[in-house]
C-alpha cells in the first residue's frame, strides 16, 4: 500500500486544504497519516481541529511515498525551519513525491529544491518562490517532476487528484 504524510501546522492550518486531499487519497487507496510538530489537538484557521498522529521529529521519510506541507497562516512556522528544510532535501534526494500547498511551497523554495523548477503559490507569496530560484506560475496547480506545488484553497481538490497521479505512478 502506498503512504503518504501530510504535515499541518500546530495553528492555523487550512482545513480544506487538509481535508480535502486527504480524502481523495484515502479514496484511491493510498494511506495518510498527519503530523505536526506536537501530537497535541491542531487547530485549522475556520476553528476545526484534527489529531495528528505522528511528530515531525519521529518522521522518517523513508516510510512514505508522498510527504505533502499543508498550507494556511500557520505554515509559515515552516519556512526557516532546519527540521521542515531537512524533510524536504530528504524527500527530494530520495526520489519522494514532494508537494505543497498555500503558502507552503516557500518551505520547498527555502529549503533549496525549487531552483529552475515551475511552481505556484499563494499568490501574495509568489515572491518569496522568485527568490528562491523557483519559475513561478500562476496556475492552480504546477507539477514538475515530482514535485507539486498549488495555489491555495480553490486548488485543494485538483491537488489531490495530481498527489493520487503522481504516487499511484
Known amino acids: 500500500m502506498k503512504k503518504a504524510v501530510m504535515i499541518i501546522a500546530q495553528n492555523e492550518f487550512r482545513e480544506e486544504e487538509l481535508f480535502q486531499p486527504k480524502e481523495i487519497l484515502e479514496k484511491a487507496g493510498?494511506?495518510?497519516q498527519v503530523a505536526s510538530v506536537s501530537l497535541d489537538i491542531a487547530r485549522g484557521m475556520a476553528g476545526q481541529t484534527?489529531?495528528?498522529?505522528l511528530q515531525?521529529?519521529?518522521?522518517n521519510v523513508k516510510d512514505f511515498d508522498a510527504v505533502i506541507f499543508v498550507g494556511g497562516a500557520g505554515a509559515i512556522q515552516y519556512w526557516d525551519d532546519p527540521l521542515a528544510h531537512?524533510?524536504?532535501?530528504?524527500?527530494?534526494n530520495s526520489g519522494k513525491v514532494i508537494a505543497a500547498i498555500c503558502v507552503a511551497p516557500v518551505v520547498l523554495s527555502k529549503a533549496g529544491?525549487?531552483?529552475?523548477?515551475?511552481a505556484t503559490v499563494w499568490f501574495a507569496d509568489s515572491g518569496q518562490l522568485i527568490v528562491g530560484g523557483a519559475k513561478y506560475s500562476r496556475n492552480n496547480v504546477e507539477k514538475d517532476g515530482?514535485?507539486?506545488?498549488?495555489?491555495?484553497?480553490?486548488?485543494?481538490s485538483e491537488f489531490g487528484e495530481e498527489l493520487v497521479k503522481a504516487i499511484l505512478n
Not at 50 to 53: D, H, I, L, S, W
Open 50 to 53: 484534527f489529531q495528528p498522529q
Open 146 to 156: 515530482k514535485i507539486i506545488t498549488a495555489s491555495g484553497p480553490n486548488a485543494s
Open 86 to 92: 531537512k524533510i524536504v532535501q530528504d524527500a527530494y
Open 30 to 32: 493510498i494511506e495518510v
Open 113 to 118: 529544491i525549487l531552483i529552475g523548477k515551475r
Open 56 to 59: 515531525m521529529k519521529d518522521l
